[in-house]
């Protein structure tokens, strides 16, 4: 999807304008140039194009899988660079048989629209994503085939400033004057408001690269708005759930078990 274009907001119409659509009939090519390929996957999604990475916010939404994922659709720009990276989109009756949809989330207000999750609510699916070099945003879409995503206005939520490594080299996105990075976010919903996770790691650092002494961890936040959001600290930090020197990035954590009665969380999972 080009940058601020809409498509039109009931299915049938969405359909029809798929047909004529100059970025999913470039998919379409590129997806048969590419057919006889021997390398190229037959069973797992694979992009239609150049760059695919972590795949994001798979949620189910008025009957369909939607599955969106980090992707670079035309490569380098000139050497040395790269275009930025955008969420990809794809579609799916049955989770093997998947269609491309037009890019779901270009960078606003961040250089690229990273790892995150979706949160499927009664009348609309949030996604929470790491925007680099500016923190955590969210992004609302209700249309049936979630082709029409709004930034939320006062992007990035979960803001940071940036600061460079010991020793050059890399950057992080920090908040709470540096008590904490902020990195890959997965969102759930409670009785009082939503919360978020930011997976990374702290400590561990010598000559701007982590090190086997970095600790993983998730940074939990709360918000009654998703646009006001409090940091509460470590919703879990150890090395029991990520290897010595690894972080905690694209965490999951999700209801696992409602009660009977009130379909209230009951059981949570952190993955």
């Known amino acids: 999807m080009t940058p601020g274009a809409q498509y039109p907001t009931a299915l049938e119409d ?21 057919a006889a390929d021997p390398a190229r996957p037959l069973y797992h999604l694979s992009p239609p194009c150049n760059l695919m990475n972590d795949p994001n916010g798979l949620c189910q939404w008025q009957g ?29 009756e049955d989770l093997v048989n998947w269609r491309d949809l037009p ?20 009348d609309r699916v949030i996604a929470m994503y790491h925007g680099t070099y500016a923190g955590n945003g969210i992004a609302t879409a209700s249309d049936p085939l979630l082709l029409n995503w709004q930034m939320h206005p006062d992007n990035p939520v979960i803001p940071g400033e940036l600061r460079e490594r010991p020793g050059g080299g890399r950057v992080d996105v920090v908040g ?4 904490y990075r902020i ?9 009082d408001g939503y919360y978020a996770i930011s997976g990374t790691f ?14 993983g961890v998730d940074h939990l936040f709360h918000s009654k708005d998703l646009g ?4 509460l600290g470590p919703l879990v930090s150890d090395d029991q759930l990520a290897e010595p020197g ?14 009977p009665q009130t379909r209230r969380p009951l059981l949570h999972r952190y993955l």
Not at 14 to 34: H, I, N
Not at 66 to 88: A, D, I, K, N, T
Not at 252 to 259: E, K, S, Y
């Open 14 to 34: 969405q359909l029809r304008a798929l047909e004529s659509d100059g970025e999913v009939q470039g998919y379409t090519a590129a997806r048969e140039a590419l």
């Open 64 to 92: 369909l899988y939607h599955l969106f994922y980090q992707f670079v659709p035309h490569g380098s720009v000139e050497p040395g660079e790269r275009e930025p990276v955008c969420w990809g989109h794809a579609v799916s």
């Open 103 to 122: 890019i779901a989330l270009h960078p606003g207000v961040e250089r690229d629209c990273y790892s995150g999750q979706t949160l499927v609510e009664d």
């Open 176 to 179: 709470g004057n540096g008590a």
């Open 183 to 191: 990195f890959d976010p997965c969102i759930w919903k409670e009785d």
């Open 202 to 215: 702290m400590d561990g650092d010598f000559g701007g690269t982590r090190t086997v002494d970095a600790l």
């Open 228 to 231: 006001d959001w409090t940091y």
């Open 246 to 259: 690894e972080d905690m990035a694209v965490p999951n954590f999700c209801v696992a078990a409602l009660q």
